[in-house]
Nanobody
Framework: HVQLVESGGGSVQAGGSLTVSCTSSGKINPVCMGWFRQAPGKQREGVAGIDGVSRQTVDSVKGRFTISKDNAKNIMYLEMNSLKPEDTAMYYC??????????????????WGQGTQVTVS
């Protein structure tokens, strides 16, 4: 019902910046969308979420990452500044099938993109 495609990943030096994007399409225009990441050998973790009411980011990226959404274009962004090597991960876009965001628990999200790799060295 919702297709999500990430883009914009790549390699960057520590302290640098990168913006990843997520384009959504399909029959449903999701209200709640989020960014997750998974580093090798680690569990997937929520990074940031956005809906029509609020935005949330986890403490580890607060002040460095900004989530935004262009509703007219159905594109969500994650602007990442002051990147650290520990930010290296596959970054995934996700969307809830309906309703606002309640948390960044991944089992609350119904649709997932294929991911885009971010490497910080």
């Amino acid at each position: 019902h919702v297709q999500l495609v990430e883009s914009g990943g790549g390699s960057v030096q520590a302290g640098g910046s990168l913006t990843v994007s997520c384009t959504s399409s399909g029959k449903i225009n999701p209200v709640c969308m989020g960014w997750f990441r998974q580093a090798p050998g680690k569990q997937r973790e929520g990074v940031a979420g956005i809906d029509g009411v609020s935005r949330q980011t986890v403490d580890s990226v607060k002040g460095r990452f900004t989530i935004s959404k262009d509703n007219a274009k159905n594109i969500m962004y994650l602007e990442m500044n002051s990147l650290k090597p520990e930010d290296t991960a596959m970054y995934y876009c996700a969307a809830r099938g309906g309703g606002y965001c309640y948390s960044l628990a991944d089992d609350e999200f119904d649709y997932w993109g294929q991911g885009t790799q971010v490497t910080v060295s």
